[in-house]
């Protein structure tokens, strides 16, 4: 079976080999206050900060997903009002799950084939954290550089940004927001079950603000634990593990990046040459890493069913083009030879 769905997604190869290595180090058995766990822990937020060129003044830590950092941020940064940002089912979901914990979130939204336009967008207030999706998953669309560095020359406030099906797989401008996060599963090619949250010297100078020290997602305390290169809880020893071992594999961003580029601008030739309609029309807008196809409900039904006979699992649309829509991950973990299978698949459906 090869899959390309967008989350959990396909891991890289190697990963096989890893899972036997970390059982023989015997480092998942080892206690998480151990100096044989403190090293490995150090070792994966060093090969992360170093493949993906996190700046060396932001702090990286490891959660248990993406939708914990919604938590996270509404409980630990949040000290008045949050001004969200998004186009999406996930952009969506992150404000009501802050507005749920903080009753003040404030959505701005915008059309699939735009940029948001940030003149319209009303001037947020001083202490206001601004949230956005870097990709939209459920759609297939992302923010350019152009657009968050544009942002961040325009205010001080403080930027969140959720990154999890691009961090790993896109260049990201890391200087352009506070706080980014992402989870495992998706552009960096490893078993679900962990996210990684990224913050910058300004982010943590607004928790020690806030102060949080009385819930579970007390972004100070687990400071505090990663700081000493521990966990405040007994942590997911083998995802770390994986992390560090796949980030020492991969090579830099920028070239991993490349190759997402090309095999994007790759499927966005290839489909409409094939007879698919891709969801997003603004070239400017579109997802290099979630390419979202459009079609009729029972076409959509029909090439998901034949995909999943000759063992290639698509992924399903998601929000509200549900029904309408199917996606392909682009992410670094998949091979060209799959990619090749996933076209031949594509060319003679059409085809009949
Ligand atoms: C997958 C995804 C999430 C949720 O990730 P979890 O690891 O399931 O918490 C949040 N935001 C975006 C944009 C995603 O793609």
Redesign the pocket.
Known sequence: MITFY??PSKVYDEVGRYLQEAFESGVISANHRSTAFMQMLEDAIRNLKTKLNVPDDYEVYFV???????EIIAENLISDASLHIYNGA??E??MEYTQKLTGSARSYFFETNEEPDLNTVTKPAANEIICL??????NGTALTSEFLNTLRAQCENMIAV????SMAGVVLPWDSADVWY?????CFGLP?GM?VMIVSPKAVERAIAVGNRSHYNSLLFIRDNFLKFQTPYTPNTLGIYLMGRVMKQVLPIETVAEQTHKRAQDWCKFLPENGYRLLVENEAVRSETVVAVKDSKERIVAIKKAALQVGIVLGNGYGKDKEVSFRIANFPAITDSEIRTLKDFLVSFSSK
């Open positions: 967008p989350g248990s997903s993406a939708t914990e950092c919604w996930f952009g979901k992150w999706t870097h990709n939209e998953t459920s959720d990154a999890t099906s992402g989870s495992v599963q998706k679900a996210g």
